[in-house]
């Protein structure tokens, strides 16, 4: 399988707006209200990612960065995106807003080669810290928590009607991020 990492492009919002709302259907079933996960459909995620695209500027980022990992087909398979952040509340000048794969392209190392790509766009930026936030019901915080991230805060969060805990993780050093595999499968 030889998956290939890229900066993404504006010609990438349907591909990514495709493993958004598949990946979120998936990954929250049963954690979020089935209304709410109903409510969010492939043209809202479609709508979403091509006003991003477009935008002149973003309300959170200073400085935007999304990343696609990409079958030997062309096909976008996941995505990570996050960026600089316009005005950080802590130590953490950085977050990862969301890191996504298709189910079955999971487990295979393309989410810590996703990782590892954008991490070096941060440390280019002199960037040397990360944060992000997850619901504590998903499994993917193992993922973070594997990869050596801290909790550093809990919050109650309130999404569809629905009383959650959303995680916020955190590295000191990114750099050790950047380390991971970064070659193609």
Do not use: C
């Not at 504006?10 to 707006?17: E, F, K, S």
């Not at 189910?103 to 590892?116: N, T, V």
């Amino acid at each position: 399988m030889e998956i290939i990492i890229r900066t993404a492009a504006p010609g990438d919002a349907a591909g990514i707006a495709e493993v958004h709302w598949e990946s979120w259907r998936s990954a929250y079933k049963g954690i979020m209200p089935d209304n709410y996960l109903n409510g969010i459909s492939y043209e809202k995620r479609f709508n979403m990612w091509k006003k991003i695209f477009s935008a002149q500027s973003n309300d959170l980022y200073e400085k935007l960065l999304i990343f696609v990992a990409a079958d030997e087909s062309g096909k976008i398979i996941g995505f990570v995106s996050g960026g600089v952040l316009k005005h950080p509340q802590d130590r953490y000048k950085a977050e990862l807003g969301g890191i996504y794969l298709l189910r079955k392209y999971q487990r295979f190392g393309i989410g810590s080669r996703l990782i590892a790509f954008f991490t070096e766009a941060l440390l280019n930026l002199d960037i040397p810290s990360l944060r992000l936030g997850v619901l504590a019901e998903n499994d993917s915080r193992l993922f973070y928590e594997k990869l050596g991230g801290q909790i550093i805060r809990e919050q109650k969060v309130l999404i569809g009607g629905k009383d959650l805990i959303l995680l916020t993780y955190g590295w000191n050093d990114i750099g050790k991020l950047n380390g991971l595999k970064k070659e193609t499968l």
